[in-house]
């Protein structure tokens, strides 16, 4: 992968990830508050589910 693909990656999570508190502040901070009364545990397996999900993705698009 060239430095060009990755900060273009780098860039649309960027773009991405800040939509819904542009869209809807409010909506997002219930929602981050709700993420912040998760155990570790719990955290850990979204977080996992993020990663393999987008790593299928990845392979989808190769």
Same mark, same amino acid.
């Given at each position: ?11 649309? %999570?960027? %773009?991405?990830? +800040?939509?819904?508190?542009? %869209?809807?502040? +409010? +909506?997002?901070?219930? *929602?981050? *508050? !709700?993420?912040? !009364?998760?155990?570790? +545990? !719990?955290?850990r ?18």
């Open positions: 992968m060239s430095a060009e693909a990755f900060w273009s990656a780098i860039a649309l %999570v960027l %773009v991405i990830e +800040g939509i819904l508190p542009f %869209v809807s502040p +409010g +909506g997002w901070r219930r *929602g981050f *508050g !709700q993420l912040m !009364q998760l155990r570790d +545990g !719990q955290l397996f979204f977080g996992l589910c993020s990663i393999l999900i987008g790593l299928f993705v990845l392979w989808l698009a190769s």
